[in-house]
């Protein structure tokens, strides 16, 4: 059963940063891929980046890029989102998710095609 643990969440002041992670487990080959999805208060749940657990290929939409950047460590099943001169707009509960099989590279950004996915981790930015 695979599973993902989402934390790192928090309150922090406008122009801060924050690291999430996401904790993998149940995954017995490395050919699958895990993206960064976030969700507003009272808006639709809105993607962000992805990578490759095998080869560290990435994608990410124009909400990460200049700001956001993903990352792994294969050797702790773990999957970071670096988040630098974060804004207001940026609150919103984080959740990373997995399609389960993906392939030796690329990653998918496609909501629908998630099939595990975390509970989330909040977080706030606010002065």
């Known amino acids: 059963q695979v599973q993902l643990v989402e934390s790192g969440g928090g309150l922090v002041q406008p122009g801060g940063s924050l690291r999430l992670s996401c904790e993998i487990s149940?995954?017995?080959?490395?050919?699958?891929?895990i993206a960064w999805f976030r969700q507003a208060p009272g808006k639709e749940r809105e993607e962000i980046t992805c990578?490759?657990?095998?080869?560290?290929?990435?994608d990410s939409t124009a909400a990460a890029k200049g700001r956001f950047t993903i990352s792994r460590d294969n050797a702790k099943n773990t999957v970071f989102l670096q988040m630098n001169n974060l804004k207001p707009e940026d609150t919103a509960v984080y959740y990373c998710?997995?399609?389960?099989?993906?392939?030796?590279?690329?990653?998918?950004?496609?909501?629908?095609?998630?099939?595990?996915w975390g509970k989330g981790t909040l977080v706030t930015v606010s002065s």
């Open positions: 998710a997995t399609e389960y099989y993906r392939g030796a590279s690329g990653c998918s950004l496609a909501n629908g095609g998630m099939v595990y």
């Open positions: 990578i490759n657990m095998s080869d560290g290929s990435t």
């Open positions: 149940g995954f017995t080959f490395d050919t699958y891929a």
